[in-house]
């Protein structure tokens, strides 16, 4: 019998009822973890996913609201017992350069990708023992020179990420917690392509010299490592194919 080395750990996922949220479930699932998969509105798919992993829960939360952010702690906490793996995936990807971009548009963007991992992580933590991890979701836009003045607004909410798990790697490394970011280059989610057409999608594997977009799975395959990693905090991980 081979060995799972998250056997007997409680991973907690938002957004995870698709892309890289899902491929990161199934893949934890598969090392021994048991899975609560949080989603904001596709209770079909959420189901669908959690009906294959033994054990796994699937809760609906509205990532950027710290009232149910609250409920969603409680309420894994209570099924659970604890939080070992805190994988910090949910978010949305507005293509809003300065002149477009509006204060709603500015407030819902950082309330789901910023403002909601935050305070994600602050509630978890009291239930997270030594050893525990927590890893959010960057971009490696980034860092490319390839980066579009309409990726400015989500953009600026992934700066926040990276600062964010270099500054906590530090205020949790007391409490033996570790923080990390994975930052994926263009990886196959349906959020990735929708509204692109062949030659925008060629051209975009084209940034990276093995010429194809990343999978789900090989982004997830980054976070699971970095759920049992033992001596990896405070690094933003790209996961891209060289693109940069």
């Known amino acids: 019998m081979s060995v799972k080395p998250l056997a007997g750990k409680v991973a907690l996922i938002t957004g995870a009822s698709k892309g890289i949220g899902k491929a990161t479930a199934v893949r934890l699932a598969q090392q021994g973890a048991r899975i609560v998969a949080t989603y904001s509105s596709d209770a079909a798919a959420a189901k669908e996913l959690v009906k294959d992993i033994e054990g796994a829960l699937a809760i609906q939360s509205n990532a950027g609201s710290v009232t149910e952010i609250d409920a969603l702690v409680k309420e894994v906490v209570q099924q659970c017992g604890k939080i070992d793996i805190l994988v910090l995936n949910a978010g949305i990807l507005p293509m809003k350069n300065l002149e477009n971009t ?143």
């Open 102 to 244: 509006t204060e709603e548009d500015f407030d819902k963007t950082f309330a789901l990708n910023v403002k909601g991992p935050y305070f994600l992580a602050q509630k978890a933590v009291p239930h997270m023992a030594p050893g525990s991890h927590i890893i959010f979701l960057s971009t490696t836009l980034c860092a490319a020179s390839t980066v579009q003045p309409n990726y400015l607004l989500y953009n600026s909410t992934k700066g926040a990420i990276e600062q964010m798990t270099r500054v906590m790697a530090k205020d949790l490394g007391p409490k033996q917690i570790y923080v990390n970011a994975v930052a994926p280059g263009p990886t196959g989610t349906e959020l990735f392509f929708k509204g692109k057409n062949e030659q925008v999608l060629k051209m975009i594997a084209g940034f990276s010299p093995m010429n194809r977009i990343g999978e789900p799975d090989e982004i997830a395959e980054t976070i699971a490592y970095l759920s049992g990693s033992r001596w990896v905090s405070g690094q933003v991980v790209r996961v891209n194919g060289g693109m940069a």
